[in-house]
T-cell receptor
Framework: ELKVEQNPLFLSMQEGKNYTIYCNYS?????LYWYRQDPGKSLESLFV?????AVKQEGRLMASLDTKARLSTLHITAAVHDLSATYFC?????????FGTGTRLQVFP | EPEVTQTPSHQVTQMGQEVILRCVPI?????FYWYRQILGQKVEFLVS????????KSEIFDDQFSVERPDGSNFTLKIRSTKLEDSAMYFC????????????FGPGTRLTVL
């Protein structure tokens, strides 16, 4: 059974600081997604990573994928309050998405 | 920009009652999905649907659940006799038929079972 784990589960960080969220998955998958979810809202797609070594960046967020290690990272650079949300990684398994446990990020002044 | 829509946004029901959650996928999409998210937890796959039949379902999707595409636009999830533990956010998603197409999620329906 494919399992997807994230750490940390909770992250409280100061504005301007950098941090990395980790996503590990247990079996091979052909693509990995990162989503953002605000409280009570739906899932907003941030990145799709397809191949080993893939790196994508959007603003203060950068995602990377190491398929050999079955590891993806979401790096936050110079955090701002607007980044406060829950971040999920998800991998495809057959046609469905298997989600990680989520990382709740809180950015404070 | 086309989007997945869901109704209602919030449904409150009594335990044992039947509920139907409705979704309108993006118009040219052919693959449809339901996921659920219990408050504060991760998103879990329930069922996938293609060509008018279930492609795959999870252990959560037991005999109490059913899905249907009653017409060319709606995709529904029915829970026959709701339980307290069915309280969750239910997300519908749809996807096109090109290789690599991404699933697009609807805004969700919050189901509260009392």
């Amino acid at each position: 059974e494919l399992k997807v784990e994230q750490n940390p589960l909770f992250l409280s960080m100061q504005e301007g600081k950098n941090y990395t969220i980790y996503c590990n998955y247990s079996t091979t998958s052909d693509r990995l997604y990162w989503y953002r979810q605000d409280p009570g809202k739906s899932l907003e797609s941030l990145f799709v990573l397809l191949s080993n070594g893939a790196v994508k960046q959007e603003g203060r967020l950068m995602a990377s994928l190491d398929t050999k290690a079955r590891l993806s990272t979401l790096h936050i650079t110079a955090a701002v309050h607007d980044l406060s949300a829950t971040y999920f990684c998800a991998v495809t398994n057959t046609d469905k998405l298997i989600f990680g446990t989520g990382t709740r990020l809180q950015v404070f002044p | 920009e086309p989007e997945v829509t869901q109704t209602p946004s919030h449904q409150v029901t009594q335990m044992g009652q039947e509920v139907i959650l409705r979704c309108v996928p993006i118009s040219n999409h052919l693959y449809f999905y339901w996921y659920r998210q219990i408050l504060g937890q991760k998103v879990e796959f329930l069922v996938s649907f293609y060509n008018n039949e279930i492609s795959e379902k999870s252990e959560i999707f037991d005999d109490q659940f059913s899905v249907e595409r009653p017409d060319g636009s709606n995709f529904t999830l029915k829970i026959r006799s709701t339980k307290l533990e069915d309280s969750a956010m239910y997300f519908c998603a749809s996807k096109g038929d090109r290789v690599g197409d991404e699933q697009f999620f609807g805004p969700g329906t919050r189901l509260t079972v009392l």
